[in-house]
């Protein structure tokens, strides 16, 4: 246990029983109140983000925890077969440990994952950015592409992603892995 005043954003707390990560940590004093931290926190388990406040006082429980890289191998049911770059061993991870970023992940991806000290996996965290190809889009006419429109476009993981009206049928293109939003092409 530790004081919330040592806890930083990005720390992972066991809160009710369950893994939170700190997604943001504000200290506040208001007037001639009492000091708090106000704490937005996400569930690990359910993905349900939480709103807290701590009084200055107050000890929390942080987790700790491990991060290693793996490299995505192949899906195996609804697992994905992931691989360790150091030690080469092989672990299934669930799609809701993986979150949305899920329709983003293609072959030889490297994630990072974070295991708690009992060795649960709590997150996976994907790259930022992920290089795709596109593989379907209507195709656009020559007034089209002077606009500035969007349209739907999908990917090479299967996704969806709205891009610019002059993004073409095998184009690549920077997608962001948190939201699913086009970001730039990607030259060549």
């Known amino acids: 246990m530790t004081s919330i005043s040592n806890v930083s954003k990005g720390a992972i707390i066991r809160f009710k029983g369950e893994p939170h990560i700190i997604e943001n940590l504000v200290h506040r004093t208001p007037g001639n109140l009492r ?6 926190m996400r569930n690990l388990k359910s993905g349900r983000n939480v709103e ?3 009084s200055a006082t107050e000890s929390v429980d942080v987790i700790i925890t491990e991060r290693k890289e793996y490299q995505y191998l192949y899906m195996d049911g609804a697992d994905y077969v992931m691989m360790d770059s150091t030690t080469f061993d092989q672990i299934n991870v669930s799609e809701a440990a993986i979150g949305s970023g899920s329709r983003f992940i293609k072959d030889g991806i490297t994630l990072t994952i974070v295991f708690s000290d009992d060795g649960a996996i709590l997150s996976v965290e994907l790259p930022t950015f992920v290089e795709v190809e596109v593989t379907e889009t209507s195709p656009a006419s020559k007034d089209d592409r002077a606009t500035s429109g969007t349209k739907p476009a999908i990917v090479e993981t299967g996704a969806e992603v709205n891009v610019p009206m002059f993004v073409q049928n095998g184009s690549v293109i920077r997608v962001d892995t948190r939201s699913g939003d086009y970001i730039e092409r990607v030259k060549k």
Request: aromatic share 44%; charged share 10%.
């Open 35 to 40: 000091a708090f931290y106000q704490a937005n």
């Open 52 to 54: 807290y406040r701590f």
